[in-house]
């Protein structure tokens, strides 16, 4: 009989991208399960895409008081022989038993597979959704194959080129280097034949326009690019450097040499982009952003180059 697996990976892009090494372990710990992902929107492309899904179910995340909703979320996660939460939020623990408490791998009360204890509030991603697997009897992890994405046609751009990403998540400000630095960074990598290219969605066009306006050989590609394409970009980049964000986790993953800029605002032991293998980015850190100098990010850059 066919195990039917359900995978649970809902956001955010950062999160999704490091759980490129899980969705393969389980793939290659069910060769012949019919597994299915559970995601949000954003992601469903990607993961129609991606070679470790036979299914991919998108959650709209209905409020708790919207029965009927409720209702069509739970027929989606009944009927599985076996669930790997990824997510382990409050939320997707709450979908233990709406799926009728089958056998669980999560961190849910009453769940057959539990990772529980501290220690998980103390690892990075990666080690911690590999312990939550190898508890759920998944000992295998071999390297994720990104070839389905990496070899996408991608927008023609220079041989030497610089992957720079002066955006992050609106709501969180202090996540952002000052954008007169990027642009000051971006004549430096210039004037070094790395040509800026400044990635971003489309409401990133003004960090864009800032660069752009100190360095006009500056590409701008914000807004311009599908989530996939930006692994295909990423992949034929000499350097990858900005903000803790996603765009950050598709270069690391792809294996391009990485500088990560951190604040205070979040702990790069915790949630840094990862290279191939499990190898680390360069990381600059600073309580505040503002506080990290140009100079210092060059010279990161430069060393990678």
């Not at 195990?3 to 012949?32: E, K, Q």
């Not at 008081?65 to 669930?83: E, H």
């Not at 400000?173 to 790395?194: I, Q, S, Y």
């Not at 990133?204 to 006009?216: G, T």
Request: net charge neutral; aromatic share 8%; glycine share 8%.
């Amino acid at each position: 009989m066919v195990p039917r697996i359900l995978v649970i990976r809902l956001s955010a892009l950062g999160d999704f991208v490091l759980s490129f090494g899980p969705f393969a372990a389980i793939r290659d710990h069910y060769p012949d399960g019919d597994i299915t992902l559970l995601t949000t929107a954003p992601y469903a492309e990607l993961a129609r895409s991606a070679p470790w899904f036979d299914h991919v179910v998108i959650d709209r995340r209905p409020a708790w008081w919207n029965l009927p909703g409720i209702y069509r979320l739970a027929k989606s996660l009944q009927g599985f022989d076996f669930v790997f939460d990824l997510q382990t939020s409050g939320r997707s623990s709450k979908y233990f038993r709406l799926a009728g408490r089958p056998k669980w791998s999560g961190i849910s009360a009453g769940c057959s597979h539990p990772q529980l204890g501290d220690a998980r509030e103390h690892m990075h991603t990666i080690e911690r959704q590999r312990d939550q697997l190898q508890l759920a009897g998944v000992e295998e992890f071999p390297r994720p194959d990104l070839s389905f994405l990496t070899d996408a046609p991608a927008p023609a751009l220079p041989d030497r080129f610089a992957f720079l990403v002066p955006g992050a998540a609106p709501q969180r400000p202090a996540k952002r280097w000052p954008v007169h630095n990027f642009a000051e960074l971006a004549t430096a990598l210039a004037g070094r034949g790395v040509i800026p290219v400044v990635i971003g969605g489309r409401g990133e066009a003004n960090l864009a326009a800032v660069i752009s306006a100190a360095c006009p050989q500056a590409i701008d590609l914000t807004g311009q690019t599908t989530m996939a394409q930006l692994f295909a970009v990423a992949a034929r980049a000499s350097v990858a450097i900005g903000n803790d964000t996603g765009p950050m986790h598709i270069a690391a993953s792809v294996g391009c040499p990485s500088v990560v800029l951190f604040s205070a605002d979040s702990n790069p032991d915790m949630t840094a982009p990862r290279l191939p293998g499990g190898g680390w980015p360069v990381v600059l850190r600073r309580p505040d952003l503002a506080q990290l100098d140009v100079d210092s990010v060059i010279a990161a850059a430069s060393a990678l180059v």
